[in-house]
């Protein structure tokens, strides 16, 4: 069996230097990946972690096939005639590099071949030997970024998806940073057991692929997934490719249709779940999927649940209200919002409670560095997260 | 025992959390006896600025239920990876939830996954990766020192989680990680000095499919050399970060208003002097005076399967051609 085979039906992220887009692998289709198309269909059937070479579709100046490369072809790098001390005399008009954009694009639809292209704007570059040794690297780099001509194709991970997620927009995932993420998991206290009980309104998934991915494969944990609409967000379970015994786990319940069903149909799921084989009465109305998962759910909920993990965009005080009812004593609760004053709210509302102590709100400072050598300093540019507040229940 | 999933009541000889109050947290044991510092056997007897606490007194008790002391009460509750951070005894410097949590998310670990930790330390980190791989992954865990080693050995045994962890003695620096780990790990996490000494030598015990890694330093010249050597030997996706927390104490706070628009004519003395001053309440989160500035850089990165190991190291060397190392 081999684990590592790209299948047609995958979710795969494909990654072309540090830019990575999720994508569901069909027999034929194409991507677009920036200002690049390219066609996926040599993918199927090659291994995870696979490089491909980007090559121009004859006669598409903007559409790409992909072929599988096993090594790079060692081309002698670039040869640096000459370097400058420092840039005193050098200055930013706009009119050092002689190729127009023009021809550039051509070179561009011609082959994408990045080492090639590098080179023509080296030699077509006015100021590219005044430069210091460091400034015609950092130079190197950025354009061999821009016309990088390889994409490795990733298995998704819930690291790699929270991170893609933030970068492409932090408000499909409720701001959530994958520092939150991280401590949301941690907090939370789940495992590949228990029941855990999860509130969210609008993370793409992610919370519960993060969570149902801690709860792990081949355990008896569930995760009862309360949602506020009439379907839940997917984006990041899908993604996962979690096998289905898995995601039988993982229960997807409205917010108000999963309440009402435990507040006022407590007949339906008291007794126990009818056996296929007894219902042989063909006229008793079939219930739809969204009941049974309702009746599953309270269940689940009745007998109280491990964990309790709330993002919303709402207000989070009347639905911890109403959730940490099924929380059992001794767990923890963990809500997360990307402002402050909500959970200020909360902390000052589960204080009055009693039966609530060890109330924490935490932030967290984030930042990454370019380690090269001489050059190691924190990265220019810097990201914001959210906010975590956790409490301990007491046992009554 | 009381490590091992989730308890109802507390049994004889489990590691219990007592909680005072949010910067008064401890870990008893409940047990009615204890070696004092001398090697003697004594009554175990917790004391805490509320009274008292008979540590036998606790088995029975449900865990999150509230216990009295003689001039007050406290709280019990079962560990926690997290509590445990905070309570444990330290024979190392240790790594703390923020920084672990980072770790957990970065190293894709999940249950089943079979990661590997050097240095063991005070165990801190290990009780988080166990949680993790729980019930069918395995975290196998090095330090060099004799006793440490000895220590952890005893504490995962005391708190019921042998069958997910094998500590043992041993220079991964020097001696890598033993034959019978080779090419098993998901996960590899390198706590250590020279951290660039044991790298190489990841490349044994991660799968042939490929894994990660996370070094955790302190020193940016250890970051340098580390990040150095991984990408000579193949690493992708090399990234080194810090991770700082703070925690806030909510407040409401009484902003009391000058009314300061008279000052624009002449006192005619019939304005009430005993009129009360404005007060506007703000309820806002302030954060402490002191917090952690510095623990640790956390560097990750990935190790490519073998079949686009070749590769990555091309890619790395086109990348880093011209630099020194």
């Known amino acids: 069996m081999d684990d590592n085979a790209i299948k047609v039906g995958d979710f795969v992220i494909v990654q072309r230097q540090g830019y990575t887009k999720l994508h569901k692998l069909k027999e034929h289709g194409t991507l677009s990946l920036g200002s690049f198309n390219m066609e996926m269909d040599n993918i199927v059937g090659e291994k995870y972690s696979d490089t491909f070479q980007m090559k121009n579709y004859p006669g598409s100046k903007k559409l790409f096939t992909l072929e599988k490369v096993d090594e790079i072809p060692s081309v002698l790098s670039i040869n640096i005639e000459k370097s400058g001390a420092d840039n005193r005399n050098i200055t930013d008009d706009g009119q050092s590099q002689n190729l127009t954009t023009e021809e550039i694009a051509k070179l561009k639809s011609e082959e994408l071949n990045s080492n090639n292209i590098v080179g023509k704007l080296i030699t077509n570059s006015r100021t590219f030997n005044e430069k210091t040794e460091y400034s015609q690297e950092k130079y190197m780099k950025k354009k061999e970024k821009k016309y990088f001509e390889y994409v490795q194709i990733r298995r998704p991970t819930i690291r790699l998806l929270a991170t893609m997620f933030y970068r492409q927009d932090p408000t499909k995932t409720l701001g959530i940073r994958s520092d939150d993420l991280s401590q949301i998991i941690t907090y939370s206290n789940v495992q590949a057991q228990g029941t855990h009980l999860l509130y969210d309104s609008g993370t793409s998934g992610l919370l519960p692929a993060a969570l149902l991915n801690q709860i792990g494969a081949q355990n008896p944990a569930h995760l009862v997934h309360v949602h506020p609409g009439n379907e839940c967000q997917k984006s990041a379970i899908v993604a996962m490719n979690f096998p289905q015994e898995q995601l039988a786990r993982c229960i997807n319940v409205n917010l108000y249709s999963v309440l009402r069903c435990f507040y006022q149909n407590k007949d339906a799921y008291n007794s126990e779940p009818q056996c296929k084989k007894i219902k042989l009465d063909d006229s008793a109305p079939k219930k739809p999927g969204w009941q049974i998962e309702n009746e599953k759910a309270c269940r689940l909920l009745e007998v109280g649940v491990d964990s309790l993990v709330v993002a919303a965009k709402e207000h989070p005080v009347s639905i911890v209200d109403q959730l940490v009812r099924f929380l059992k004593g001794g767990r923890y609760l963990v809500v997360f919002s990307a402002t402050r004053e909500p959970l200020q709210d909360l902390y000052n509302h589960l204080k009055e409670r009693l039966d609530f102590i060890y109330i924490r709100i935490v932030s967290n400072f984030m930042r990454s560095y370019q380690v090269l050598p001489d050059r190691t300093h924190p990265e220019v540019n810097m990201t914001s997260g959210g906010y975590v507040l956790t409490g301990f229940k007491l046992v009554s | 025992m009381s490590f091992d999933g989730y308890k109802t009541t507390i049994e004889e000889g489990d590691t219990v959390i007592l909680y005072l109050t949010i910067n008064q947290v401890y870990s008893v044991r409940a047990e009615a006896k204890t070696t004092s510092k001398k090697g003697v056997e004594v009554d175990n007897v917790f004391q805490t600025p509320y009274g008292a606490l008979k540590c036998a007194e606790l088995i029975g008790k449900s865990y999150g239920s509230k216990i009295s002391l003689s001039k007050g009460w406290g709280y019990v509750m079962q560990p926690t990876p997290e509590l445990w951070t905070l309570t444990l005894p330290h024979r190392t410097q240790i790594i703390y939830t923020p920084d672990i949590s980072m770790i957990l998310l970065q190293l894709e670990i999940k249950p089943g996954s079979i990661v590997v930790e050097s240095g063991t330390g005070s165990g801190s980190l290990s009780h988080a990766l166990i949680r993790s791989v729980k019930p069918t992954g395995h975290l196998y865990t090095f330090d060099f020192h004799e ?17 997910y962890v094998t500590v043992a003695q041993r220079d991964v620096c020097d001696c890598g990680f033993g034959a019978e780990l080779q090419n098993r790990a ?104 002191n917090m952690p500035g510095h623990t640790g850089y956390l560097t990750f990165a990935t190790l490519p399967p073998v079949w686009a190991r070749n590769l990555q190291i091309s890619l790395n060397q086109q990348e880093s051609s011209g630099e020194l190392l």
């Open chain 2, 147 to 163: 006793n440490r080693v000895k220590l952890a050995d005893i504490e995962f045994s005391q708190h019921g989680l042998s069958d």
């Open chain 2, 186 to 289: 998901d996960s590899v996490f390198l706590d250590l000095p020279h951290p660039w000494q044991a790298i190489p030598h990841t490349l044994d015990v991660i799968k042939e499919s490929g894994g990660r890694i996370c070094s955790f330093s302190p020193c940016i010249e250890q970051v340098q050399k580390s990040c150095g050597v991984l990408s000579k030997l193949g690493f992708q996706e090399i990234q080194t970060m810090e991770v700082l927390q703070t925690s806030y104490a909510v407040q409401t706070k009484r902003l009391p208003v000058l009314d300061l628009d008279f000052l624009q004519s002449e006192k005619d003395g019939s304005e009430s002097k005993g009129k009360e001053r404005e007060v506007v309440k703000c309820l806002t989160a302030v954060p402490p005076a």
